[in-house]
């Protein structure tokens, strides 16, 4: 479904070497370091929750290094386009919704039986707001416009994705939530999809 550039792989040893004059680091490295950064509610320019350690731009860096990233020129990009896509969230009413909530949790993990079978995933937040839940999943696929995001729709199966997590927020809290796919490289703006 994804190319194989784009898919995040298996959990191992990596170290990410550039092929090209104007390296960039992949397209998972960079989703990656943006769910870490929203599941710690870390951004740039000094807004991240107390005691969180060192700075963004070197938790960027160190986590980039993780992921397998030693090329200096494929740091920086990792950082400036992680950077890029926090801030461009920040500045959205979302952002400022969530970190009014009354509750707010991310990567939220639940174990269900369906049909005589477990069924497990990850949400990547859930907050409540004035008694009423909502889910949000973050994708930071690029995206160029309105077909392009139908087509990704389909192919991606983030629809069935997010149609579980609310049949699970629905058993396990006994309340319908909101649904909100918040798209943070829509045209190079965040969109909300809610469906």
């Not at 937040?125 to 077909?147: C, H, M, N, P």
Request: glycine letters at 6%.
């Amino acid at each position: 479904k994804l190319s194989k550039q784009e898919r995040t792989p298996p959990q191992r040893v990596w170290r990410v070497v550039p092929a090209v004059k104007r390296p960039q680091a992949p397209a998972w490295v960079i989703g990656s370091l943006v769910h870490e950064a929203l599941a710690a509610w870390r951004f740039p320019n000094g807004v991240a929750p107390v005691g969180t350690g060192p700075s963004f731009e070197h938790w960027t860096e160190a986590r980039a290094r993780e992921y397998g990233i030693t090329d200096a020129r494929q740091l920086a990009d990792a950082l400036r386009r992680t950077r890029q896509i926090l801030l461009r969230f920040r500045s959205h009413s979302l952002y400022d919704e969530m970190d009014g909530a009354d509750r707010r949790l991310h990567e939220v993990p639940y174990s269900l039986s369906v049909d005589g079978r477990v069924e497990s995933g990850i949400i990547d937040a859930l907050y409540q707001r004035e008694g009423s839940w909502t889910i949000v999943e973050f994708k930071t696929d690029r995206v160029r416009d309105r077909d392009e995001l139908e087509r990704l729709l389909v192919t991606e199966d983030y629809l069935a994705q997010a149609g579980r997590y609310v049949a699970a927020v629905e058993r396990l809290l006994a309340q319908t939530p909101h649904l909100v796919l918040c798209l943070l490289n829509f045209a190079g703006c965040v969109r909300l999809y809610r469906p």
